[in-house]
């Protein structure tokens, strides 16, 4: 999650990338959590990222001004805690 948004608009992303990149049916084990970056520029370095890592994601872009087709949040799909740790532990939680 982009830390540069409002409150508002991040619990919106945050709705839409959970619900995209969830394939339903979760374990009751499953875990979330919601991590931020500074801004656009940080979360599209982030996708390249997991793209190059193999990580199952979506990117959730708004297309309505002010934000005009920015990404906005990644939703990744559910893995093993030591897959995404690998590329996302560095990455502080959303306060």
Known sequence: MREDLPRGVQAAQIVHAAGESSPGNLSSGTNAVVLTVPGEREMIALAARLVLAGIAHVRIHEPDAPWSNAL??????????????????ALPLLR
Request: hydrophobic fraction near 35%.
């Open 72 to 89: 906005m949040a990644i939703g990744c799909r559910p893995d093993r805690k030591e897959v995404l740790r690998k590329h996302l532990s």
